[in-house]
């Protein structure tokens, strides 16, 4: 794991990229960011987590890391002593984890536990959605009080990696790192309700837009050539044929702007779970 570190000071902001060692966009981003030798405002930390996936272009080595935490220091497996690690350096800061995905070219912002500071991160970001994974984020950065994920486009793609980039300047905006006003779009805010899971060896043929309405009655997508019809009123998120191999998408709700969406003025930090959840 690389940790950077910019200005003087103990950070209490940090940008975490390469989680996943298949979506490089973190982590390029970062070191374009690095390489502009910033004069920064206040401290920050800029870390590139899984070292040994990004080399080898794979999601994970052993097991992963976004399922991995809190991690365990005496574990046999990479990616959970990783976790560990991961966790003990962003420990007390307020946190940007980027991503990407096969399903969408456009960024957009993943929660959990939605507070009052993550609303305002992603209220300065530049994305057309927030998403709440909170019922199946278990062992996710997500669900740490201080932790907003970014899905930046497409997976190896250089958009990808400029939506990284700007992503990590408007959080350094908003967190007083770097001069300047960030964005305020006021993205749409969606909250996933379950997920859709693929049928063992059958082929998958996804027909609905990510974000978009699927109607009741309405063929989202089809398995071996047969229908799958919306049963009520659903938004698709991060769903994808290819994209994972039990994993269609995930159901979720619309519910508005984000600027409407009323939130505790701090949620309850959940435990981070043991058990991993397919994504």
């Not at 982590?27 to 405002?41: G, N, Q, S």
């Not at 990004?54 to 994970?60: A, G, I, M, Q, S």
């Not at 097991?63 to 574990?75: F, H, Q, Y």
Request: hydrophobic content about 40%.
């Amino acid at each position: 794991m690389q940790v950077h570190t910019v200005g003087e000071g103990t950070p209490e902001v940090a940008v975490v990229g390469a989680v996943h060692g298949d979506e490089p966009c973190g982590a390029r981003a970062i070191e374009r960011f690095l390489a502009t030798d910033p004069d920064v405002d206040r401290p920050a930390k800029l870390i590139i987590a899984n070292e040994r996936a990004l080399e080898d272009n794979v999601r994970y080595v052993e097991t992963d890391l976004n399922r991995a935490l809190p991690g365990d220091p005496e574990s046999d497996l990479y990616e959970e002593r990783l976790a560990h690690e991961l966790l003990t350096e962003v420990e007390g800061c307020l946190s940007l984890g980027i991503h990407s995905t096969v399903s969408s070219e456009r960024a957009f912002a993943n929660v959990a536990y939605l507070n009052e500071r993550k609303r305002d991160v992603v209220a300065h970001l530049p994305v057309t959605a927030a998403v709440d994974f909170t019922v199946v984020a278990d062992g996710r950065s997500v669900e740490l009080p201080g932790f907003v994920d970014i899905e930046a486009g497409y997976q190896g793609s250089e958009r990808a990696v400029d939506n990284a980039y700007d992503c990590l300047v408007a959080f350094f905006q908003h967190t007083g790192v770097l001069p300047g006003d960030p964005p305020a779009p006021d993205p749409g805010f969606y909250e996933v309700s379950e997920a859709i899971y693929k049928e063992p060896g059958e082929s998958y043929d996804v027909l609905a837009e990510n974000f978009e309405r699927v109607a009741p009655g309405e063929t989202f997508a089809t398995a071996d050539g047969d229908a799958l019809v919306a049963d009520e009123a659903f938004w698709p998120v991060l769903m994808s044929a290819d994209g994972h191999d039990v994993l269609l998408g995930y159901r979720s709700t619309y519910h508005g702007p984000l600027s409407t969406v009323e939130v505790a003025a701090e949620a309850e930090r959940a435990p981070v779970a043991d058990d991993a959840t397919d994504d």
